[in-house]
């Protein structure tokens, strides 16, 4: 991945900006290479002459010219860090990834302590596969200069590659927050968050890259499978919803829970669904259409519960230090029951949870009356939480 997202690295360096750059911007891209040609010419062993047409070729995107000047630029002057730092980034986005890193190695024997030249290699590490060693350099790159927004972007990309969603998402957003206009960083925050089932916040950052790039077409095809994402989520809600719907459900077939038939509490009848720490107590209307109008989900060893990870659900949740990491038991039935039975995502499912683990009073979130209730069956006693829709199922 070489980074051609952003800006190109250290463009016409030490160019007046009336002679080439600004008119480069402007779309004169022939008579200024020309004139850096023309001036080669007439100093071929001035390295500075080369770097400028390197860094010419890099603005308007030619990789391999811009390699083959650059090149030329390195032999005449192989202690210009410049230099360096531009041929790597041609090289890199020629594809050739090995001596992009070999360009970067001698750059940090140049000068150690520039943070660029530790994002630079980050990236050639992550290009070549070597996320450890991309880890390391971008780290060292941030700890030089904490505001790399762009290495913070990075970094994401290497958490992305190895699948650790929250630790990307992390990356990403403190990317944006040095940079909000960082377009690329809040669509791929948007694909870490979607992966993790926060649709709703990937739509959130999507819709705010739009703002910034309304002529992206991808961006906008992306945005609307989202919302289509979010959609479906809504119509797959499990209340008013038939008994066999309901017992499709994740909770009920990815959790193991078994249905045990009708069960009596003091709180009614319900068809419960049994597990070996959970159970669901499901309750369908008395009409014709025999659809469900109450839950209710059930800890029955609460300790064990919370000593136990889930391997069944498949739900994560984020520690303090922004590790992604597998839910409890008790915690990944709750978030996967509140987020079918109300449809919507595991973000808003979390948050209406921390809600209701500070309340002990009932509460109407996400269009449905949630509560915590006590009641004895079978002559035991059980602590549930449980829901309602508001008004008709």
């Known amino acids: 991945m070489s980074d051609e997202q952003g800006k190109p690295s250290l463009p016409l360096v030490h160019a007046t900006a009336e002679d080439a750059l600004e008119r480069l911007a402007a779309g004169e891209t022939a008579s200024v290479i020309a004139e850096l040609k023309v001036a080669v010419e007439r100093r071929p062993d001035e390295a500075r002459a080369w770097l400028r047409l390197g860094t010419a070729y890099l603005a308007i995107a030619h990789a391999r010219e811009a390699a083959e000047a650059l090149a030329h630029a390195v032999r005449l002057d192989d202690a210009d860090l410049d230099a360096r730092l531009c041929f790597a980034d041609a090289l890199a986005r020629s594809k050739r990834h090995d001596e992009a890193a070999y360009q970067l190695v001698q750059a940090r024997r140049l000068a150690p302590n520039d943070a660029r030249v530790h994002r630079q290699l980050g990236v050639a590490f992550f290009d070549k596969g070597l996320c450890d060693k991309a880890l390391g350099s971008l780290a060292r790159a941030l700890e030089l200069d904490p505001s790399d927004a762009r290495a913070h972007f990075v970094s994401g990309l290497v958490h992305d590659a190895r699948r650790e969603s929250a630790l990307a998402a992390v990356s990403y957003r403190r990317a944006i927050a040095l940079d909000e206009s960082m377009v690329d960083a809040r669509c791929t925050l948007a ?8 649709l709703d916040l990937a739509v959130r950052e999507l819709e705010a ?18 919302r289509g994402g979010l959609r479906e989520l809504a119509a797959r809600r499990l209340f008013g919803k038939s008994e066999s719907v309901v017992e499709q459900a994740t909770l009920v077939t990815r959790g193991g829970l078994m249905r045990r038939g009708p069960f009596d509490t003091g709180l009614g009848s319900f068809v419960r669904y049994e597990g070996s720490l959970v159970e669901l107590w499901a309750h369908y209307s008395d009409d014709a259409e025999h659809v469900l109008d109450r839950a209710i ?5 609460p300790e064990r519960a919370l000593r136990t ?6 739900v994560t949740v984020m520690s303090p230090d922004g590790k992604s990491e597998r839910a409890d038991v008790a915690t990944a039935a709750a978030l996967t029951l509140l987020r079918e ?4 995502s595991l973000t808003r499912a979390s948050a209406i949870y921390a809600e209701l683990i500070a309340s002990s009073e009932p509460l109407e979130l996400g269009g449905a009356t949630l509560s915590w209730v006590r ?3 079978a002559g035991k006693s059980y602590v549930g939480l449980a829901a309602s829709p508001l008004g008709p199922a």
């Open 375 to 377: 009641t004895n069956a």
């Open 341 to 344: 039975l109300l449809g919507c």
């Open 191 to 198: 694909d870490a968050l979607a992966a993790m089932g926060e």
């Open 309 to 314: 990870m889930d391997d069944a659900l498949g």
């Open 209 to 226: 890259a739009q703002r910034l790039d309304r002529t992206n077409l991808r961006l906008a095809q992306n945005l609307e499978v989202l």
């Open 297 to 301: 989900l059930v800890v029955s060893d």
